[in-house]
Every structure is written in C-alpha cells, then in structure tokens.
C-alpha cells in the first residue's frame, strides 16, 4: 500500500522558511512516470497546488509562488521536500503531500491538485509571530 506522512514544524515566524518533509512507502519516488507534489487548503477554500517533483527530479511551481518555493528530494530516504520562504501569515494552512502516476501531459501532469492518486493525512502549518 502506498503511504504518504507529512513532517515538520507546525509553526513559523513571519519572513522565515517553511520547511516540510514527506515520507513515501509502499513505492519509490524514483519509480517511472510519478510525480509527487505539495497541496494546501485554508478552511473555506479550494485545494491549491504548489509545485511537484518527478520521478527524474525535474521541478515546476505554481507561478504566483515560483519566487519562493524550492521542491527537493532525498532518494536514499524515499522523500520529498518543501521549502517556501518569505512565509507570511496568508501562507497558513493545511499543506498536503501527494503523488500521480502517469505523465500523460508532459511537465503539466500532477499540477491539478484534485487529479492525484495518493495522499498525506496534511500537516497544519501556521504562520505567526
């Protein structure tokens, strides 16, 4: 069974960098054809996709949060990670870690956030000082 868990801090000052970590079982993130992305909800609204690695290591953003978010990933530990800087508190929310297979759509697959087949229970992040 595929499994997706979310980590890091739940709190982070204003101005400083969200750092989230999400560790995969049950496949590699190196498999063929995933890719594996960060999703975050505010209570009241959409699902709003933030960026995804693939399989290859290749990277895209949401265009309005390119400037500040860096997607990485650790293969020898199976993970991902986020790191979005410049934080403020309008970047409070749940964020979620997910994976899709299949990259029938070239560098755009994945990017729709309801369009995954794996996801992390989410992690209350909160921006404050």
């Known amino acids: 069974q595929v499994q997706l868990q979310e980590s890091g801090p739940g709190l982070v000052k204003p101005s400083q960098t969200l750092s989230l970590a999400c560790l995969v079982s049950?496949?590699?993130?190196?498999?063929?054809?995933?890719?594996w992305s960060w999703i975050r909800q505010t209570p009241g609204t959409e699902l709003e996709w933030i960026g995804a690695i693939t399989y290859l290591g290749n990277t895209n953003y949401r265009p309005s949060l390119r400037s500040r978010t860096s997607i990485s990933r650790d293969t020898s530990k199976n993970q991902f990670t986020l790191q979005l800087s410049s934080v403020t508190p309008e970047d409070t929310a749940v964020y979620y870690c997910a994976g899709r297979y299949g990259l029938e759509y070239g560098d755009l697959s994945g990017r729709d956030a309801t369009d995954q087949d794996y996801w992390g229970q989410g992690t209350q992040v909160t921006v404050s000082s």
């Open positions: 049950g496949v590699s993130i190196t498999a063929t054809d995933y890719s």
